[in-house]
């Protein structure tokens, strides 16, 4: 049963006082009509809750700006491009990145640009500038629960190469505080096939601030860089805004709960305001956290993954990436949900 404004609605109750359920929660398409994002579609939704956010078919039908009662959620940064727009050599990936709350990544590599077996890797791999296809959104009562739904297909493929299709689902419901992202990877492909996937998810001021900090049950961090080494102490606290800041990044090996799920949480008491990841820990063990504390450039990525960050040579010895044959699929799971009154 929707609970809105801290008082509980059934089903014929609410629709007694409501013509139609979109005043409250709905999803919208729409087109971006100006500048370097023309003609890319969007799909706006709203909760009745106070959370607010958008997708983007077009990148892969990743999460773009989100709101939770006006205040930001997510980092945004004005390069967002389409992907007319993807550079896919070297670090070209960051010409087009904008953001939003959740940028996917993959679905063969992850991470720095990388040559491996004659193949050039560009940062984080293609799948998060292709479109989505047989897109399907709708919005209905299940018993007491008024469920939005958006579903897509993403396939990454190349001749002689690749070809690995990402269902994706996205659902949420009137009242709710929470979005949760069912995907699953599939190799249709007649070769065995390397596959990677990192969530780069975004998130910004406010819940990111010198008055915030991380939660993360970990059996151990390792940092990935001389600088985030030094500043493994301090990985859970967020600094100033400062020019010119080295970023930091630290691969964290979560505890798992008896159900099989790892989560983080990023607070800012102050505001008693935050957001909480939970997601799948068998098929993403690792998650990355981005420290960017930049002038202009501040942001904390926290980025559930298949496996830490590394050149190809080292994976292997370490037998990453995982291979998926032919047919052989892959489930991923990951919820995002406003906490507050912390």
Known sequence: MPELWKQEFDRKTLQSFASTLSAIAGLRPFLYEDGRLRGMRGIDGWTGSGLRFTLWPDRALDIGPAWFNDKPVSWQHPGLGTPAHFEPTGLGWLHTFGGGLLTTCGLI?????????????????RIAHLPAENLRIWQEWRDEDYVLVVEGEIRQSVLFGENLLLKRRYETALGRKVLTLKDAVIN???????????????????????????????????????????????????????????????????????????????????????????????????????????????????????????????????????????????????????????
């Open 188 to 342: 249709e492909g007649s070769q065995p096939t390397p596959h990677s996937l990192l969530y780069h998810c975004n998130i910004g001021f406010p819940i990111v601030s010198p008055d915030s900090h991380l939660i993360v049950e970990d059996e151990r961090i390792e940092p990935r860089t001389a600088a985030a080494a030094a500043g493994i102490e301090n990985h859970a606290r967020f600094d100033q805004p400062q020019p010119g800041y080295e970023e930091q990044v630290f691969f964290h090996y979560p505890r798992v709960d008896p159900d099989g799920y790892a989560q983080a949480k990023l607070i800012n008491p102050n505001l008693q305001f935050g957001i909480q990841l939970r997601w799948l820990a068998e098929s993403m063990p690792v998650l990355t956290q981005w420290k960017m504390m930049g002038a202009g450039e501040y942001v904390c990525g926290l980025e559930p993954a298949t496996h830490a960050m590394a050149p190809w040579e080292e994976l292997e010895e370490k037998g990453l990436p995982r291979t998926l044959a032919p047919c052989e699929e892959v489930q991923y799971e990951l919820s995002l949900k406003i906490i507050e009154n912390i």
């Open 109 to 125: 590599h992850i991470g720095a640009p990388d040559t491996y077996q004659g193949q050039h890797f560009g940062l984080h791999g």
